[in-house]
């Protein structure tokens, strides 16, 4: 259901929103990031030490209801005494990968250039290329991550696209008459229109979740 338009939220609104929610963050400095909204569509810029904080400011934006879309001007600059040699960050980064167990380490190859990380390789499972990412976020002196592990599908287009209808049936119920999904082996492209930002995460992460996937197209709208 729309709100009212007497019920929805300003730019302005939107922005002093935003700001709250990053500055309820902890381990975040909200004074170093600058917040500006146009028509929904809210831009995060600054500078952050490492990528866990940018992460976390993306995450607290996306929370706030009324937001569109978001772009995100962030960079991470590691402080002085945090910064390392790309050889000590692979290193960190091959360790992070062995010690979790939702990671097949053995499976994914690493480059590191600049501190940035890149990921490649090919694993059964979204959920396993999204914990290699996870698990590199926290690590000192990484200044931004590429994932580009693909997922190899082990089942049809139509089992996964039955397996998306009936995940969102369970986690997003109102919103399965308005999304469209179509598989192409295992790339998913999603279309139609959802009420919220969170609503439309819930969607998309509810594709992600499902076996065989590779990819997501995400051509939804968010409505205002």
Do not use: F
Not at 22 to 41: L, Q
Not at 108 to 129: C, H, K, M, N, P
């Amino acid at each position: 259901m729309h709100l009212p338009d007497s019920t929805m939220k300003t730019d302005s609104q939107l922005k002093s929103d935003v700001m709250s929610e990053i500055a309820w963050e902890p381990t975040v400095h909200s004074d170093s990031i600058a917040v500006t909204v146009r028509d929904g569509v809210v831009t995060l810029a600054g500078r952050l030490e490492n990528l866990a904080d940018k992460h976390a400011v993306e995450r607290a934006a996306r929370r706030v209801s009324g937001v569109r879309a978001i772009a995100v001007e962030l960079d991470v600059t590691p402080a002085a005494e945090h910064r390392r040699g790309d050889s000590d960050i692979a290193k960190a980064v091959l360790t992070a990968l062995r010690w979790h167990s939702s990671v097949p380490q053995e499976r994914i190859r690493i480059e590191v250039e600049d501190g940035w990380v890149t990921l490649s390789g090919e694993v059964d499972w979204r959920y396993q290329a999204a914990s290699a990412e996870q698990c590199l976020r926290p690590l000192v002196g990484v200044r931004g991550l590429t994932n580009n592990i693909g997922v190899k599908p082990r089942v049809s287009g139509k089992d996964i696209s039955q397996e998306i209808s009936a995940a969102l049936t369970r986690h997003a119920q109102r919103e399965v008459g308005h999304i469209g999904i179509e598989v192409d082996g295992g790339v998913v492209t999603l279309k139609g229109k959802v009420h919220s930002l969170p609503e439309h995460d819930a969607v998309l992460g509810a594709a992600w979740a499902t076996r065989g996937v590779a990819r997501v197209v995400d051509k939804m709208e968010v409505e205002t």
